[in-house]
């Protein structure tokens, strides 16, 4: 069966550390694609990544970045040098190919990140 | 260009009402998917429209709960006999056709049940 643990409920860091965002998945299918989404106190999720299984390359935007380990099944996502910004939940989530045209997405828990000054 | 919006942003209802909420997704996106985000139970999936496709409505998680979506475009959630087990924020999506895409979401509608 398809699911994505995050393991962390709830990080608190100071401002200008650097946090890793832990996210594991499961599924059976060769072919899926993993997302990162932030929700911010606003509410809206915000789209950060998606990462096909074929493709392991880290990724780097800014300050984010993201570790992609099929053997693993992990796909981490590290903040360098935070900032209260950033404060937030985040959202690891799953889809697969072999679901037909519903790419339905499988969310983790969150991890709710909170960056004081 | 305008992204997904969501009405009403809050809706409080007493148990035993009926309710309707309504996505307006983003231009010439075909999919459109209806998300539920509770407390302690995250985000779960309620329902998939793809074009003229017959929905995916194996997410709905009871026969009080349907949806559809009028011309390929807005797409209305109703509740029926609202219980307090359905307070939570209900959230929409779209995509461009499906494939693997990145899913862009609306405000959500924060539904209590009194």
């Known amino acids: 069966a398809q699911k994505v643990t995050q393991a962390q409920t709830e990080i608190s860091v100071v401002e200008k550390e650097d946090v890793t965002l832990d996210c594991v998945y499961e599924?059976?299918?060769?072919?899926?694609?993993l997302f990162w989404y932030k929700q911010p106190p606003s509410g809206e999720l915000v789209f950060l990544i998606r990462?096909?299984?074929?493709d392991e390359q880290n990724e780097i935007s800014g300050r984010y970045s993201w570790n992609f380990q099929k053997s693993t099944s992990s796909f981490n996502f590290t903040i360098t040098a935070s900032q209260v910004v950033d404060s937030a939940v985040y959202f690891c989530?799953?889809?697969?190919?072999?679901?037909?045209?519903?790419?339905?997405?499988?969310w983790g828990l969150g991890t709710s990140l909170a960056v004081n000054p | 260009g305008a992204g997904v919006s969501q009405s009403p942003s809050n809706k409080v209802t007493e148990k035993g009402k009926d309710v309707e909420l309504r996505c307006d997704p983003i231009?010439?996106?075909?999919?459109l998917y209806w998300y539920r985000q509770s407390l302690g139970q995250g985000l779960e999936f309620l329902i998939y429209?793809?074009?003229?496709?017959?929905?995916?409505k194996s997410g709905l998680p009871s026969d009080r709960f349907s949806a559809e979506r009028t011309g390929g475009s807005v797409s209305t959630l109703t509740i029926q006999r609202t219980q307090q087990e359905d307070s939570a924020v209900y959230l929409c999506?779209?995509?461009?056709?499906?494939?693997?895409?990145?899913?862009?979401f609306g405000p959500g509608t924060r539904l209590t049940v009194l």
């Open positions: 999506a779209s995509s461009f056709l499906a494939g693997g895409n990145e899913q862009f």
């Open positions: 231009s010439g996106h075909t999919a």
């Open positions: 429209f793809q074009g003229n496709s017959a929905p995916d």
């Open positions: 599924t059976r299918d060769t072919t899926y694609y």
């Open positions: 990462r096909n299984s074929f």
């Open positions: 989530a799953l889809s697969e190919a072999n679901a037909g045209n519903n790419r339905k997405l499988i």
